[in-house]
């Protein structure tokens, strides 16, 4: 029904009060325990699920920060499994063809594409498609991930990154660019460690489950995100033991990266 009244036009083309329910309510399809359903009721719950997080997925960014980016990415990681099992022929009374002027709907092809991803076994897989999606370019050497791209804040795309990474218990250190701003990021749970250019300052937060890295930093005003531990400590002076600790737990000297980076900020 929810469906439905998307595509019939019930809300205005800039009024998303719509996304906020409907990715509750897709969540809510997540079963506890589906080994008992029959196949024929997995198969459509789960193209159910697939046809919501389609719509949910539409005009946002799943490794932005906005409110909208994070709702999706949210419903995400939350269903990215049954999306997986999705086939498009057992949703096909719910891609509709739009015929009202604010008509909002999930065509066959976003659908396909949404379960593509999901059946990628790369951790990264929907970060990736974002990414090339916005023109920008992800590398990985020696364990260091780098993002470069035209994003008005590289924190969020770098936490959205380490979240992803570290997902599984793994620790990361990302490195996100966007023109003469940049943010790095060390992160092995439970200690997150941040840099960021301009702001010139270590940062050291505690992050506890259910929060993560991309929680944490969907703001752009890195000071006013909680968890702070100690105080920041500019760059130009030496980091405090704790940034060593957790960048040597990562595999990286925290003062050899930091020079890197400013060498070819430089060049």
């Not at 309510?25 to 699920?49: M, N, Y």
């Not at 995400?76 to 509709?96: G, H």
């Not at 063809?97 to 929907?126: G, H, K, M, N």
């Not at 969907?218 to 704790?242: C, F, N, Q, Y």
Request: overall charge negative; glycine content about 6%.
């Amino acid at each position: 029904m929810f469906v439905k009244l998307l595509a019939a036009g019930v809300w205005d083309l800039s009024d998303d009060s719509w996304r906020e329910p409907l990715g509750r309510l897709t969540r809510a399809l997540v079963p506890a325990d589906t080994d008992d359903a029959p196949a024929e009721t997995k198969g459509r719950l789960c193209s159910v699920v697939a046809t919501c997080t389609a719509l949910l997925s539409q005009d946002v960014s799943l490794t932005g920060g906005g409110p909208n980016d994070l709702l999706a990415a949210h419903t995400w990681a939350a269903v990215e499994s049954l999306v997986a099992a999705a086939a498009p022929d057992l949703a096909e009374d719910l891609l509709i063809t739009p015929v009202q002027p604010r008509a909002r709907v999930a065509s066959r092809s976003e659908l396909c594409r949404l379960i593509d991803l999901a059946a990628d076994d790369d951790p990264l897989a929907e970060v990736r498609a974002e990414i090339d999606a916005n023109g920008w370019e992800i590398t990985e050497q020696d364990g260091l991930w780098e993002i470069t791209g035209n994003f008005t804040n590289p924190t969020p795309v770098a936490a959205r990154v380490a979240s992803r990474i570290g997902a599984s218990g793994e620790s990361a250190v990302v490195l996100a660019r966007a023109g003469t701003k940049w943010t790095l990021i060390a992160w092995r749970r439970p200690e997150l460690v941040l840099l960021s250019f301009p702001a010139s300052t270590w940062r050291v937060y505690q992050i506890m489950p259910p929060a993560s890295p991309e929680s944490r930093f969907s703001s752009a005003d890195i000071a006013s995100a909680p968890g702070l531990v100690g105080k920041a400590i500019h760059m130009s002076k030496a980091p405090p033991e704790r940034v060593r600790q957790a960048f040597a737990d990562c595999g990286f000297d925290p003062v050899a990266l930091r020079d890197r980076i400013l060498r070819q900020q430089t060049s």
